[in-house]
DNA sequence: GACCTGCTGCGGTTTG
């Protein structure tokens, strides 16, 4: 074998060997000789399934082989999202740990008392733990810390492209700093990834102070050759006899997706109900055994487990209809196919989708696009007419092409989860000074966007007599206030994200899954749940519970959920799209009729000429070019001169009978700079967990650091130009 | 016009 096997410690070098591999792969090797020998930062980028484990952890525990390590504590330390991809890699784990004599300890909530007693009593070898664990670690435990990890050499990542720009992110950024400060050394930083869109801003993720010093190991070639297919339909066919289009794309996923391991992402949680009881339905009339089933987070861990059972059971063909609970790391096995119904929000998640499909050497990778576009009427709004989901999906497809993903945003404040840190900081250690936890938190973690002056800004906010999270003792240490204590104490604390709250539904004892309160339900109403009918039997509001029998009809229930975040790259695709003339071959023919509609309309309506277009004696089109934040930025810039907004991708529809200001004048007054109020109308700026606790001028310069760009308003604005 | 993720300590009972 290599000289990268040669690097590897004995016990090591004997697992390698058992396993009957003919060559370390390329991937592995490299990692091997970017971790061996060095105290680097890395990153390790492959497919699913690309060995990106092993290539991390068999240099990682042939280092500490050959280290004669003298300090307790744990040797190696590993972050997952997942409590099922931690179970999944402390299996693997333990297996190459056989021989060394290395304890792997999985630590989540679902882990036994006495294992994780176990592991405090003797901390050694491998510890896999969620961002969530490690925080409770931190704050029951905090004086611990030394002692835990005081021998750690290297923190391995998982998943990284899923937490870089998140609160959960962001989280697992300062648990690293402050672990590095508790230990009083650094930790090397692994981080493993399938998808990453900027490898720069990646890099400066994961060791901000040096990430020039990273290194990379990405894996070449091994794509699967990839098989499109984007199919259109039109719905509201109300003189047709035929069958609805959701009626027709369920046939058409029952046609070609039985008998294989597939999977359908519905896009929402109501979408996928309704795609399984249909499915579920067909299999019924064809006299066919079930294999369509739902799987979302609703739904019970029993019949969610029971779905990725199945489809890792290679003797029964299955396949989910699914949310993005099944786009991330659990292994799944491989599928033969995966279907996207309506354009997905990101080309990221549509990449991570797309990698479940052609694992398999000599596999194609296959993916079934379909959308469904509503029949144009006289009073058709300006997306359908557009066709705006039907042409964010080529462009989509042709971003995930040119092998282009979404960066995320360095600049956000991210104050909530600034919140939840102060107060486990304060818990961890009993209490800190101001300055204590600016250093920490703002100069040495990742809230570095947070200035001095704001950051004292939020302290009085959480400390004020309404707020009561912190109060200053005597001598100016800051401790834990009433509601800080009872926030701290309760085992909620410790997610940075905020869950809401639902009623479970329970059928003949067992438990269904849960739905949101929202839903006002009585006794006789009927609904689908889990791919099924049911009739309400009893709602029991005080336990949160409803009780529910089979039925033969019913709706599926609202699940709510806020817009999604369109980029800017994204926009300027489908404006090429529109402009351009290109038929992209994977298109069939309705959906090419489909795209000649939405060019059509496209220059009918004067957008090729003009980004401004007057539809009526107040009303007005505007393509504005510009994803998400800066679409709503412009949205609200414009209602507070009292215009009329209504948003669409890279699109806003204008009325302007109650402005004060004509629209013309206010895009001019917008691009040279004037001063405008975004907040006049009173948007919801209360999004995250701790938000409740901040000041309405936190709040909004939260929002205008990560939901908003207001200093983009002149240079969007002087693209503008109304025709007069 | 969306999706996902996570959870401690203690008291009571049973078992060796």
């Known amino acids: 074998m290599s000289s990268a096997f040669e690097k590897l410690a004995r016990p090591v070098q004997k697992w390698v060997r058992a396993q009957g591999w003919k060559e370390l792969r390329d991937v592995q090797a490299r990692a091997i000789h970017a971790v061996c020998g060095t105290s680097d930062d890395v990153i390790v980028a492959a497919s699913t399934a690309g060995g990106k484990t092993e290539a991390a952890f068999l240099p990682l525990i042939s280092q500490v082989l050959q280290a004669s390590a003298e300090q307790g504590g744990f040797d190696l330390l590993y972050i997952g999202p997942l409590k099922a991809l931690i179970t999944d890699q402390a ?10 004599g290395l304890p792997v300890t999985p630590w989540h909530g679902d882990v036994t008392a006495s294992v994780k007693a176990r592991a405090l009593r003797a901390p050694h070898g491998i510890l896999l733990i969620t961002p969530e664990s490690l925080e409770a670690l931190f704050v029951r435990r905090g004086l611990e810390i030394p002692r835990l990890f005081g021998a750690t050499r290297a923190v391995v990542l998982d998943e990284l492209h899923s937490i870089l720009d998140s609160e959960r992110g962001v989280q697992v950024r300062s648990l690293l700093a402050r672990l590095e400060r508790s230990t009083g050394h650094p930790i090397r930083r692994i981080g493993l990834s399938a998808t990453l869109g900027d490898m720069a801003l990646a890099r400066a993720y994961l060791r901000a102070d040096d990430p020039e010093a990273v290194h990379l190991v990405k894996a070449t070639g091994g794509e699967a050759e990839l098989r499109l297919q984007l199919r259109g339909y039109v719905s509201g066919n109300q003189n047709d006899a035929g069958p609805s289009a959701t009626d027709a794309v369920a046939e058409h996923l029952f046609r070609h997706l039985r008998g294989s391991n597939n999977l359908v992402f519905a896009g929402a949680r109501q979408q996928v109900e309704i795609y399984a009881d249909r499915l579920r339905e067909l299999c019924e009339t064809a006299q066919l055994p079930q294999e369509f089933y739902p799987h979302h987070a609703n739904l019970s861990r029993e019949h969610r487990d029971f779905v990725e059972r199945r489809l890792k059971d290679a003797g029964k063909p299955t396949t989910a209809v699914c949310t993005s609970t099944l786009e991330l790391g659990i292994d799944i096995g491989d599928v033969t196919c995966v279907a996207q119904i309506g354009a997905p929000f990101s080309v ?4 991570q989708r797309l990698g479940r499909s052609g694992r398999r050497a000599g596999q194609p990778a296959i993916l079934r696009q379909y959308s469904i576009e509503t029949r144009l009427a006289a009073d058709s709004s300006l997306a359908d007419r557009l066709r705006l989901g039907l042409v964010r999906a080529v462009a989509m497809i042709e971003l995930l092409l040119e092998g282009w993903c979404e960066p995320p945003r360095p600049d956000a404040l991210h104050l909530s989860t600034l919140v939840h840190q ?26 570095r966007q947070v200035s001095a002056p704001l950051f004292l800004e939020v302290l009085r906010a959480i400390g004020t007599s309404d707020a009561r999270l912190i109060e200053q003792a005597q001598n100016g240490l800051l401790l834990l206030g009433e509601v800080g204590e009872k926030l701290v104490g309760h085992y909620g604390f410790y997610a940075v994200f905020p869950t809401p709250e639902e009623y479970r539904l329970i059928a003949g004892g067992r438990d269904l899954g849960s739905i949101p309160l929202e839903n006002v339900l009585s006794r006789g109403m009927m609904l689908i749940f889990s791919g099924r009918r049911w009739t309400v039997q009893e709602v029991d509001t005080v336990n949160r519970a409803i009780t529910v029998t089979p039925s033969q009809a019913g709706v599926p229930p609202l699940f709510g959920g806020s817009p999604g975040v369109i980029h ?8 090429e799209i529109f402009e351009g003339d290109r038929d992209p071959g994977y298109m069939d023919r309705p959906a090419l009729e489909l795209l000649a509609e939405a060019r059509r309309n496209y220059h009918a309506l004067g957008f090729a000429t003009s980004p401004v277009v007057q539809t009526g004696e107040s009303t007005f089109f505007i393509a504005t070019g510009c994803g998400t934040v800066k679409n709503t930025t412009l949205a609200l810039a414009l209602q507070s001169f009292g215009h009329e907004v209504q948003e669409h991708d890279g699109f806003l529809e204008i009325a302007s009978a109650k402005a004060d200001l004509p629209l013309a004048e206010s895009l001019d007054r917008l691009a040279s700079g004037g001063a405008v109020d975004l907040f006049a109308g009173r948007p919801n700026l209360m999004f995250e967990k701790f938000h409740r606790y901040l000041t309405e001028d936190l709040l909004r310069e939260d929002a205008l650091s990560s939901r908003l760009q207001a200093e983009a308003l002149p240079e969007i604005c002087g693209r503008l130009h109304v025709l007069n």
């Open 91 to 100: 299996r693997r784990l333990d297996d190459i740990c056989q021989e060394t």
């Open 348 to 351: 990221a998640s549509l990449r």
């Open 422 to 447: 102060v107060l486990s900081v304060i818990a961890g250690r009993g209490g800190a000074t101001a300055a204590q936890l600016y250093r920490q938190l703002c100069q040495d973690g990742p809230f």
């Open 568 to 575: 800017d790259r994204v926009i300027s695709k489908m404006r």
